[in-house]
């Protein structure tokens, strides 16, 4: 091996090495063998101890090899091989740039372009302290742009505001994660229109929220001014609350582990338990365009009055569910609205049948069957008309709690014996008041003496003196010529003739083939 001290080796370059202090090579060369017994040659293997370079140093090459190799041939388990850029400043200072890398080419101007750099820069200079910081850069539409900044307290990627998407791949999703560059929408598995996007095309869509111990993960919506408005959360006892309000306060709707929901309650006994705790005024009208005081609103978004309608429907989801009851509202041509009631009885096969209606009018017409009055004593109250001027009119008892129809059994008083083809009458009681009936031919009687009268009506009379009934008999000679009727005594259930020529009790004729016919009224 020749070795060279002070010499220029020329091969094909028009220079290729300056050794013994030209050029600011400064350090000791040992040795340089040519790749030839000439001693010329276009590669060199350069051995040395270090190589410092004062100035300005270019290597170039015409093909596409590696231009700068470092091999490092260490066996430990240290870093090798190091590549080293040092700011030796000897008054480093904050925004000093510590470093960069450019990657250069022409554009079709013939001019030199940095189409990427990488560079870094010291943020903070004091002992103890230091902070840096990392920049990567690309040209985009001629401006070499911020891809990707690592600051001190942040990683920010495009932090120059480009219309550049940010896209994270999985192995067999290309949108595993996106960041919409135009608009910043973020998609999860899909290209995203709203501000988060979330796509699974195997199975359902899926956001997790999980807390820890007695922490419960929820969605809070809030707004810039006025702080949190709404949140949405799960309870340690798998239940949904909904809270809304300024600041959260009041949870407005809560979602059991079970389905029942609960509108301003917190523990519903029922699939839909609504609770108001507003202090309506008791009114006997409500402004119908205001719904300050109602706990639930239906509502039908057509803007036509005819033929327009809201209703609230019943299903049976049993064996050929169907639905069993719907209540409507309609909406009149005018505005005005009415409510029907409508039930699937056993004669619908598809359809629900009108049962009542409340009108607009205020009438209330039932369709089909009767209006039952379930409760002894109750009926329909007549309370709110005006007393009339009749002296002792009161308003007091004005319930219509009774109406009855049915029959009696006539028993003949004042004779001896007595035969009847009939003995039975017909009554209707409405109220208090008790309306009969009676006929009986071929009647027979025998030993006739005292009060002609006929007992066993339906009811007893009342007891309020002079609470007497009336009847009269239209037709029959059972009774003596001069009586055409009689009265109900109080407090029993019979009645009685009046002789009207001395206006004392009247008595039966005895014989055979008499004839009665009587109707009255009394009150009970």
């Not at 339906?458 to 009336?470: D, H, V, W």
Request: include cysteine.
């Amino acid at each position: 091996m020749a070795k060279l001290t002070g010499q220029t080796i020329a091969d094909s370059y028009d220079q290729l090495l300056i050794v013994d202090g030209a050029n600011g090579i400064t350090s000791s060369l040992q040795a340089v063998e040519s790749a030839d017994t000439g001693g010329s040659s276009s590669a060199l293997s350069i051995s040395t101890v270090a190589i410092s370079v004062a100035g300005n140093a270019t290597i170039t090459t015409a093909d596409n090899s590696d231009t700068l190799t470092l091999i490092s041939t260490d066996a430990d388990a240290d870093s090798g091989p190091n590549l080293r850029m040092y700011r030796n400043s000897g008054s480093p200072a904050q925004n000093d740039i510590a470093g960069q890398i450019e990657f250069q080419g022409r554009n079709n101007n013939s001019q030199d372009v940095a189409y990427g750099q990488i560079y870094s820069k010291i943020e903070t200079v004091t002992d103890g302290s230091e902070d840096g910081d990392m920049k990567f850069s690309t040209m985009k539409g001629g401006t070499l742009r911020d891809r990707l900044n690592i600051h001190t307290t942040a990683t920010v990627f495009n932090e120059d505001h480009e219309d550049v998407d940010f896209r994270v791949e999985s192995d067999t999703i290309t949108h595993a994660l996106f960041v919409q560059g135009s608009d910043g929408n973020v998609g999860i598995g899909v290209t995203p229109d709203t501000k988060l996007h979330i796509l699974d095309s195997t199975n359902y869509s899926t956001l997790k929220l999980e807390g820890t111990g007695t922490s419960l993960p929820g969605i809070k919506f809030e707004n810039v001014t006025t702080g949190l408005l709404t949140q949405i959360y799960a309870t340690n006892t798998a239940d949904m609350a909904f809270v809304t309000g300024i600041g959260g306060a009041v949870e407005s709707m809560r979602m059991l582990a079970n389905g029942n929901v609960g509108i301003g309650e917190t523990g519903p006994a029922t699939r839909l338990d609504v609770v108001e705790s507003i202090n309506n005024t008791n009114s006997a009208t409500i402004p119908w365009a205001t719904f300050d005081n109602d706990s639930m609103l239906i509502k039908n978004s057509n803007t036509s009055d005819a033929n327009n309608y809201t209703s609230l429907a019943f299903y049976n989801g049993g064996s050929g569910g169907n639905f069993s009851s719907r209540i409507l509202n309609f909406n009149q041509a005018n505005g005005d609205g009415s409510m029907s009631f409508h039930l699937r009885g056993s004669d619908d096969t598809s359809n629900t049948t009108e049962r009542m209606r409340i009108s607009s009018t205020n009438d209330v017409t039932v369709s089909a069957g009767n209006l039952v009055i379930g409760t002894a004593g109750k009926g329909i109250d007549f309370s709110a008309q005006t007393p009339s001027s009749a002296t002792g009119a009161t308003t007091g008892d004005e319930v219509l709690d009774h109406y009855e129809e049915g029959t009696w059994t006539a028993v003949f008083t004042g004779t001896t014996s007595s035969a009847e083809t009939n003995t039975t009458g017909y009554y209707t009681k409405i109220g208090r008041m008790v309306y009969f009936s009676y006929f009986s031919a071929g009647v027979t009687l025998t030993g006739s003496s005292g009060t002609a009268g006929v007992s066993g009506l339906p009811f007893t009379a009342s007891s309020l003196g002079y609470y007497y009934g009336q009847h009269y008999k239209h037709y029959g000679n059972c009774v003596d010529g001069s009586s055409s009727g009689g009265y109900v005594a109080s407090n029993t259930t019979v009645l009685y003739f009046i002789d009207e020529s001395s206006s004392s009790a009247a008595t039966y004729i005895d014989g055979s083939g008499k004839e009665m016919m009587v109707t009255g009224w009394y009150i009970v």
